[in-house]
């Protein structure tokens, strides 16, 4: 086998990251990742049969397989501005149909909605910042996060608190239009689904758990405690 550290050595020469670092990565990637997992990537070859369908934000800083220790063909990812799922009938695009294909035709278990700390979008909303002039397409998909600012702004919170809470509001708020799909309605009545909310941390390295009887976020020792009763019960 080759020596790895080569991999390393010679990325880490690249201070202007550009298209042959990339290459180069995906270089390593055959040589020196695939290898070790091959009896996985051969199994995956020709089927997937994820468990959960994961939905995020574009955010470079957010790795769902890494967030969440899973192996290639466990999650189906959904990702975009601001981890938003459009109510159903209001915008019929790709979210929809990434959500009604992986409750549908995969039939996953889990769908997670995953926010995260110092979100770009979530910033832009709670600035106020008119972009419509600037990035028109932008300011027209962040429109299905308006009823998360409108909840924000009548708490009159200080200004340090105000881009978190839009972070939470905005995970109630898509779980909210999640529901609206009637694929994850049919599927939730059955009890063949559950829909969960996060916020992770990018600084801090946690996940928090939305409690949606409770209403609000919880630490994950919290939240196992909680499924387990409700298991239980
Ligand atoms: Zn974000």
């Given amino acids: 086998m080759s020596d790895k550290s080569t991999m390393t050595e010679e990325r880490e ?36 049969t994820p468990h959960t369908l994961f939905i995020t934000c ?26 938003i799922v459009p109510a159903y009938g209001e915008m019929l695009g790709g979210v929809s149909a990434v959500v009604e294909f992986a409750v549908l035709a995969l039939n996953v ?11 770009g979008a979530m910033k832009g909303l709670a600035s ?15 429109r299905n996060a308006e009823a998360a600012r409108s909840v924000v702004m009548a708490r009159k919170l200080e200004e340090a608190r105000v881009v978190q809470a839009m972070v939470e509001e905005n995970i109630r708020l898509q779980l909210t239009h999640l529901r609206t799909h009637p694929a994850v309605a049919g599927r939730l009545a ?19 758990i939305f409690d949606e009887g409770g209403g609000g976020f919880e630490s994950i020792p919290e939240a196992r405690e909680r499924l387990l009763r409700q298991g239980a019960a």
């Fill in 13 to 48: 020469g690249s201070d202007q990251p550009d298209l042959l670092y990339l290459l180069r990565g995906a270089e390593d990637f055959s040589r020196f990742v695939f290898p070790d997992s091959e009896a996985l990537f051969k199994s995956l070859a020709h089927r997937q």
């Fill in 58 to 83: 574009a955010d470079s800083r957010v790795s769902p397989e890494m967030i969440t220790q899973t192996r290639p063909g466990e999650l189906f990812v959904c990702r975009n501005i601001g981890n």
């Fill in 109 to 119: 278990r889990q769908i997670v909605i995953c926010g995260h700390s110092d979100c």
């Fill in 128 to 142: 106020g910042a008119t972009i419509a002039d600037e990035m028109p397409t932008v300011h027209a998909w962040l």
């Fill in 190 to 208: 059955l009890k063949q689904l559950q829909v969960q909310g996060w916020v992770y941390d990018i600084g801090q390295g946690e996940v928090s």
